[in-house]
Nanobody, 119 residues
Framework: QVQLAESGGGLVQAGGSLRLSCAASGRTISINTMGWFRQAPGKEREFVASINWSGISTDYADSVKGRFTISRDNAENTVYLQMNSLKPEDTAVYYC????????????WGQGTQVTVSS
């Protein structure tokens, strides 16, 4: 069993930056693809980004491409999401995911961290 704990969310003005962290415990995640999803009020959860086990291959939703960067530190069992040039439409609860599939599902989810971008 693995536990995923997100941190780093908060309130930021449009154009600002935040860095989310996802710390895994219970077992190593170094062999797993990891991802970030988000869910805005009244909307379905949507894919944001994913990164393969080595960090060489990444994938991004079109809405965040060029602004967000996913990375990982396998020695620290942690995944990051650097978010720059934030927009009000980025406001959502952000979830860390282990083993994302087809940009829709995953094997494990964290509890989520709130990101609010004010205009």
């Amino acid at each position: 069993q693995v536990q995923l704990a997100e941190s780093g969310g908060g309130l930021v003005q449009a154009g600002g930056s935040l860095r989310l962290s996802c710390a895994a415990s219970g077992r190593t995640i170094s062999i797993n693809t990891m991802g970030w999803f988000r869910q805005a009020p009244g909307k379905e959860r949507e894919f944001v980004a994913s990164i393969n086990w080595s960090g060489i291959s990444t994938d991004y939703a079109d809405s965040v491409k060029g602004r967000f960067t996913i990375s990982r530190d396998n020695a620290e069992n942690t995944v990051y999401l650097q978010m720059n040039s934030l927009k009000p439409e980025d406001t959502a609860v952000y979830y860390c995911a282990l083993g994302p599939r087809n940009r829709k599902s995953a094997d494990y989810w964290g509890q989520g961290t709130q990101v609010t971008v004010s205009s």
